[in-house]
């Protein structure tokens, strides 16, 4: 009757024993001279190459084999101290206290241009700071990775809707893994997850994606997605203070305050560096930021794991949200502790003097009569800028660029200059060992470098009740579920899968009455879109729609059909043609939604519309790399449209359907007409998408466009004939993180202009609405058909946009994220000249308010007020 407990009594001493006889546990505990707790210490075991940090009650632990350790306890602000430690015991305590270290500043001396001697330090990391990032090519290690988060609060409105946020308000919920990572240079980080455990409902993860190791280095241009201090450009952004040094054996560290210049959510909002001298290497660091609620602490801490090889030993983020919007108070924190295994570095460039104790690469093995003359002179002026005894900024970031020149893996050089960016997968590749998640208490306890606290152990006991919670709620979500889904498809439209490849989307209740204008009356009817598959390299898109104008009592009706080809050039052949009403400003005009609730309020209708019964077709296809080429041919019968209704909320009578300047209606006409736009632009930026698809991103450099149109005669005597030729260039060049300039510079004439009706004239892009769905920049404000023209033209537009500009500087509203423009545009036709003056405020090209003067021939001629929303920013 006593086998079974007989049984479970011998496993578990042959797992002690088995313990035992491998592994011992140290534990300590790390403590100041009065004998509080140093949360954040760090201890690293030398003859393992191993860091580990000490938790809020600055206790840790280790499982360590037998035998003698040097173990160098430090922590921020106090002094190192080193402890040999025999393990002999399968269970030993230590105890370490730590003296506060005095930061000496006697000796500092401020330099003739009265600048904190910080800034001549800051100078020399900053040069060497692509050395470090490039230093180590490769090393292997083991990580220990714990993540908490605990919402504190949540506003009652959304935990009365929300379910899951109700069930796990208060509690805290733990993740632990052990994982195995190799690194190769440039940025490639393998990660094995051998062991992983969770107080996670399995509802709320990713079991197949368990945390990821830190990856984030000081020394690359940006730090946790904001502008890292050792970056170039770096004292445009930051201001440095030198609060003292301090001796650490033979290095003499120096402690520097960071502030940011302006409170920003790509910068910083404090911290420190721990800086040694000569080799301007990181040792430790600590740093702040602040982002729209979201407080976080990010330490670091380095530690000598190989002669001059400085290496992280152990990541602590702690982030304090609080949202008073959605009344979130919540922490994360997450820590991390690395040991490591092999590592292989590149070393330094030859002949750069960074420290007599590193050693020189010796794979730079080209000689003068190998090299070529730029690299001899590069390598000569690198020589001259690192002997100075002073740089200036421009030497530091000189410095920095050739010192990346000369150690930047070619891999990694190739993958930066290279035109195709790589794909948006992560640079850490990570598998999970399928015993990952049944690994036991025993071997836990080998591993964690950090106890467990009262409220983690009791994570671990609720989690059974929270999977269980969170099943009952997502049961009884689908449960009712079906009334939800067939009441949201017929309100918003859905899409139904034929299969795999085929599918048919519809839109809904809400896009059955699209429109209101005086013309049409009210749209009534539906578009549809068919998609196919046909292959991986062809796709067809084909989208009829039919809608019932009420006020003339006919349909206006529109069919498209697109088919994609050669994805890695963006083939695209287009057939389409219906009858309906079109905006004579079809490409740069007023939106016909905003103009549609405009019209039934304000009876403010600012867009003009004329019928158009068409056929057309259209290719293109890109050339080259950044060059595309788009040929259009068309057939349209036209004719003019007069108001069919007037109504509106407040009675008022609406302006005719002419656009302005002109006096009759436009007669009736035919278009027979072909156009060629050729568009280029220099290292056009690549990346290509899942579905083989070329997307451009960005490049330095302007974009040129050719537009040629032409309507041919025919027998008929009102048949447009003209000929009509246009050039453009557009460029959008930044400064820095803060400040970016845009241009566009548009000219072009009617060659030839036999009959020109008004949909060909040439309409710039403009609204006159105070609301608008048009982007702000290179668009006029207060001008629509008054300034068309069938002659030649020219207009240039320039937007200054930056983050802080007139009150983005005052210091209580530089923590929001709103930026500020200014804008000058002009618009010469003969006869005349109309120009604009503009400012506004707005949310990154999304939400947009500003005010505009404008002026006819130099002459004051309007002000106004305009909100945009762009639909597609």
């Keep these: 009757m006593y086998k079974r407990e007989i049984c479970i009594l011998t496993t578990l001493l042959l797992c002690v024993f088995a313990s035992g006889v491998q592994a011992q546990i140290l534990r300590g505990k790390v403590t100041d001279n009065e004998g509080n707790p140093v949360p954040g210490a760090v201890l690293f075991i030398r003859e393992i190459s191993q860091g580990i940090a000490t938790d809020n009650s600055g206790e840790f632990q280790i499982s360590l084999k037998e035998g003698n350790y040097t173990c160098e306890f430090s922590s921020l ?31 500092i001396v401020i330099s003739p241009r009265r600048e904190d001697p910080a800034y001549a330090i800051m ?100 730090v946790r997605g904001m502008i890292s201090p050792l970056s170039p450009g770096a004292f445009t952004y930051y201001r440095f203070v030198l609060e003292g040094k301090s001796a650490e054996g033979d ?97 330094p460039p030859a002949n750069i003097p960074v420290n007599e104790n590193i050693p020189v690469s010796a794979t730079d093995t080209l000689t003068k009569k190998t090299k070529s003359k730029k690299q001899l002179k590069a390598e000569k002026e690198l020589e001259e800028l690192s002997s100075k005894d002073n740089l200036s900024n421009r030497d530091a970031y000189k410095l920095a660029g050739l010192m990346l020149e000369k150690t930047e893996p070619e891999e990694s050089k190739q993958k930066r200059e290279s035109l195709e960016i790589s794909g948006r997968k992560s640079n850490v590749q990570v598998t999970v060992d399928s015993l990952a998640r049944s690994r036991d208490s025993v071997y836990w306890s080998q591993i964690r470098s950090l106890p467990l606290q009262i409220d983690e152990v009791v994570s671990y006991r609720k989690k059974d009740s929270l999977d269980i919670k969170f099943r009952e709620i997502r049961l009884a979500d689908s449960s009712d579920g079906g009334s939800k889904s067939w009441f949201g498809k017929l309100i918003n439209g859905s ?117 158009r019964q068409y056929i057309e077709a259209s290719h293109r296809i890109d050339a080259a790399n950044g060059f595309f080429v788009k040929a259009n041919v068309g057939y349209e019968k036209r004719s003019a449209l007069e108001n069919n209704m007037s109504y509106n909320f407040f009675g008022k009578t609406p302006s005719p359907n002419l656009p302005d300047g002109q006096l009759t209606p436009m007669p009736d006409n035919t278009l027979t007409g072909m156009s060629v736009q050729l568009e280029y632009t220099p290292r056009y930026r690549y990346r290509i998408r899942d579905n083989g698809r070329k997307q451009y991103v960005s490049s330095k450099y302007p974009t040129f466009t050719l537009n040629y149109e032409k309507g041919i005669p025919t027998d008929s005597n009102r048949s447009a004939s003209f000929d009509k030729a246009e050039f453009s260039i557009h460029q959008e060049i930044s400064f820095n993180a ?40 290179n668009s006029f404000c207060m001008a629509n058909y008054r300034y068309s023209t069938d002659k030649s033209w020219f207009q240039m537009h320039l937007n200054y ?39 506004s405020v707005g949310l990154f090209k999304a ?17 106004g007020f305009t909100l945009s929303l762009p639909l597609n920013f």
């Design 495 to 611: 899409q139904v899968n034929f299969s795999k490849n085929y599918r048919l989307r519809y839109g809904g209740l809400l896009n059955a009455v699209p429109e209101y204008n005086f013309t049409d009356g009210v749209w009534l009817g539906q578009r549809l879109v068919f998609e196919g598959d046909l292959s991986k390299k062809h796709a067809l898109l084909v989208s009829p729609s039919a809608y019932w104008a009420t006020a003339r009592k006919t349909v206006n009706w529109q069919i498209a059909g697109v088919f994609r080809y050669a994805p890695s050039r963006n083939g695209r052949f287009a057939v389409s043609g219906g009858n309906s009403t079109f905006d004579f400003n079809r490409i740069g005009g007023g939106s016909r939604m905003v103009n549609s609730i405009f019209s039934l309020v304000y009876a403010e209708n600012s867009v003009k519309f004329f019928q």
């Design 123 to 222: 100078r020399r990391a900053i040069a060497m700071a692509p050395y470090y990032l490039h230093q180590v090519k490769s090393y292997e290690s083991e990580i220990y990775l714990k993540g908490s988060m605990k919402i504190n609060k949540m506003a009652r409105w959304i935990e009365s809707r929300v379910d899951e946020v109700k069930a796990i308000k208060g509690s805290l919920l733990l993740m632990e893994s052990h994982n195995e990572v190799v690194f190769t240079s440039p940025d490639k980080y393998e990660q094995k997850v051998i062991a992983v455990s969770s107080s996670f409902p399995k509802e709320m993860i990713d079991e197949d994606s368990p945390m990821g190791v830190a990856t984030a280095s000081i020394y690359s241009p940006t």
């Design 847 to 863: 939400l947009e308010a500003g005010v505009f003067v404008g002026f006819e021939k130099g002459r004051y001629d309007a002000v």
């Design 77 to 107: 602000g106090y002094e190192k101290q080193s402890v040999n430690v025999t393990v002999d015991k399968p269970l030993q305590s230590v105890t370490v206290s730590l003296k506060e270290k005095v930061y000496e500043l006697k000796e």
């Design 738 to 777: 803060f400040n970016r300039l845009e241009y566009l510079a548009n000219t072009g004439t009617f060659l030839s202009s036999k009959r020109v009706y008004f949909p060909d004239f040439k309409h710039s892009n403009s609204n006159e609405l105070f609301f608008t769905t048009n982007p702000l920049r």
């Design 251 to 347: 290095h003499v560290i120096n402690r520097i305050r960071i502030e940011p210049k302006k409170k920003s959510p790509m910068l910083l909002s404090g911290g420190r560096l721990y800086i040694i001298s000569n080799s301007w290497n990181v040792r430790n660091l600590e740093l702040n930021s602040s982002i729209m609620g979201v407080n976080e602490r990010f330490t670091v801490n380095y530690s000598e794991v190989k002669p001059s090889v400085f290496l992280p030993v152990a990541y602590t983020i702690e982030d304090s949200i609080n949202i008073g919007i959605i009344g979130l108070d919540a922490e994360i924190k997450y820590y991390s502790s690395i040991k490591y295994r092999k590592i292989e570095i590149n070393g």
């Design 801 to 839: 946009t930056s983050s802080y500009l007139f009150i983005k500087n005052l210091p209580f509203l530089q923590k929001y994220l709103f930026e500020e423009a200014v804008y000058a545009r002009t618009l010469f036709i003969p006869g005349t000249n109309y120009s604009e003056l503009g400012y």
